[in-house]
T-cell receptor
Framework: AQSVTQPDIHITVSEGASLELRCNYS??????LFWYVQSPGQGLQLLLK??????LVQGIKGFEAEFKRSQSSFNLRKPSVHWSDAAEYFC????????????FGKGTHLIIQP | KAGVTQTPRYLIKTRGQQVTLSCSPI?????VSWYQQTPGQGLQFLFE???????NKGNFPGRFSGRQFSNSRSEMNVSTLELGDSALYLC???????????FGQGTRLTVV
């Protein structure tokens, strides 16, 4: 069965500093990988996705992620965070067909210090 | 293009009752999935519908059921509510697996 691990429950970053959120997955074949963001009381917003091709993918709001097959990782990065980036971030994996649904990590709560 | 719409946004029900939640997907999206989000278990997959057929179901008891209509709108039903069913229920729609799933704002269900 596929699984996703987000090792960091909370991360605190100063505004303007760089950010990296870690994600490790377990899946037998090449997975479909996603990062979502959730603000309090809201649904999930898709930041970016990876299926194949270039292992560095660009997303919305200045985020990017790099797929590393050898490390089974799909870490999310942003060069300079803004106070509005404070939220819960979820990494997710799906099988190729998509019919099995998304398997999510437990999430990383991002806190931005002024 | 309108996003995924879930109704109602908030619900309070009594233990033992049943509840029906509604989801209208993005126009043109034929796949609708449902997820339960709780502080303890996180986000868990309930089921997925495509063209009115349930293609897969997560590890939830039979009290949780759903359906999809010909216009792709979907409903999920929970019967004999338990306190542990209190959660945020999220609906997501997608055009195909490569585009990713787009989520609604959720229905917050509280069982008392």
């Amino acid at each position: 069965a596929q699984s996703v691990t987000q090792p960091d429950i909370h991360i605190t970053v100063s505004e303007g500093a760089s950010l990296e959120l870690r994600c490790n997955y377990s899946y037998g074949a090449t997975p479909y990988l996603f990062w979502y963001v959730q603000s309090p009381g809201q649904g999930l917003q898709l930041l970016l996705k990876y299926f194949s091709g270039d292992t560095l993918v660009q997303g919305i709001k200045g985020f990017e992620a790099e797929f590393k097959r050898s490390q089974s990782s799909f870490n999310l990065r942003k060069p300079s965070v803004h106070w509005s980036d404070a939220a819960e971030y979820f990494c997710a994996v799906a099988s190729g067909g998509g019919a099995d649904g998304l398997t999510f990590g437990k999430g990383t709560h991002l806190i931005i210090q002024p | 293009k309108a996003g995924v719409t879930q109704t109602p946004r908030y619900l309070i029900k009594t233990r033992g009752q049943q509840v029906t939640l509604s989801c209208s997907p993005i126009s043109g999206h034929r796949s609708v999935s449902w997820y339960q989000q709780t502080p303890g278990q996180g986000l868990q997959f309930l089921f997925e519908y495509f063209s009115e057929t349930q293609r897969n179901k997560g590890n939830f008891p039979g009290r949780f059921s759903g359906r999809q209509f010909s216009n792709s709108r979907s409903e999920m039903n929970v019967s004999t509510l338990e306190l542990g069913d209190s959660a945020l229920y999220l609906c997501a729609s997608s055009q195909d697996s490569q585009q990713g799933a787009f989520f609604g704002q959720g229905t917050r269900l509280t069982v008392v």
